[in-house]
């Protein structure tokens, strides 16, 4: 049976050291948080988020604006923010709506506040090993896996997915920590098969319950960053837990494993932030 990898666990540590972090040094940090119409995960997710700089005492300003606002008075609030000495740090919850151009608004936050680490200029950064934000959700994922004490160096890693949020920068950063890595995708033949080379695989596909003991070598450790809702109400991931945790050394679980830590990095860019200016 695999060890369960606890996300939850985790990231209260990492909320917890940041806490202290913060009353130490007596640290005096902003995030700025924008939403953008009425979807309803995404205010649980911009609720959560609030929720997390209360604890660790950032403050956050909150901007929640109708689905019809426009290109101009959404760059038009992000260039006020850039402008503000007390603003740390700029998060627009995605998706957008349609009308709105997510590369255009990202592109407009300045990357010094870009605490969600997707302006080009983080990703690029992080491509050449310089210093900038890191996307949260990969940067959360190695700390699961440092703090569960898996060796990545030297390690065979497969990441199934390449999205720009979550499987190339983490590719780039499993690279950082030495690891030898695949980035399958979509075009990708023989799926299980590569899957299976992997000591480390890290699945964020988008598709419940895809990877099954098939594409997992024995004693792998698997990440799976997928969440979905069955129709029986219940959440599960891309990965069908069941069956692969015969097989894995580890696992982390959905819910509770990489979800969690996506905001303990945030709240640790936010704190970062301070240190880049
Ligand atoms: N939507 C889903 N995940 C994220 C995230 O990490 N950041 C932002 N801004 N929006 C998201």
Known sequence: MAKIIDGKKIS??????????????????????????????????VGNKK???????????????????????LLGLIDELNNRDDVDGILVQLPLPKHLDEDKVIKAISPIKDVDGFHPQS???????????VSCTPAGIIQLLKRSDVEIDGKECVIIGRSNIVGKPMSLLMLRENAT??????HTKNLEEVAKRADILIVAIG????????FVKEGAVVIDVGIHRK???????????EKVEKVASAITPVPGGVGPMTIAMLMNNCIAAKDLK
């Open 123 to 133: 990703v690029g950064a992080l491509s050449i090993g310089q210093p900038g934000f």
């Open 181 to 186: 890595v695949t980035v399958c995708h979509s």
């Open 231 to 241: 129709e029986d109400g219940k959440l599960c991931g891309d990965v069908d837990f």
């Open 207 to 214: 598709k419940p319950l895809f990877v099954d003991d098939k």
């Open 51 to 73: 929720k997390a700089c209360e604890y660790i005492g950032i403050k956050s300003l909150s901007y929640e604006l109708p689905a019809d606002t426009t290109e101009e008075k």
């Open 12 to 45: 209260a540590q990492i909320k917890d050291e940041l806490k202290e972090r913060v009353e130490k040094e007596n640290l005096d940090v902003t995030l700025a948080v924008i939403l953008v119409g009425d979807d309803p995960a995404s205010a649980v997710y």
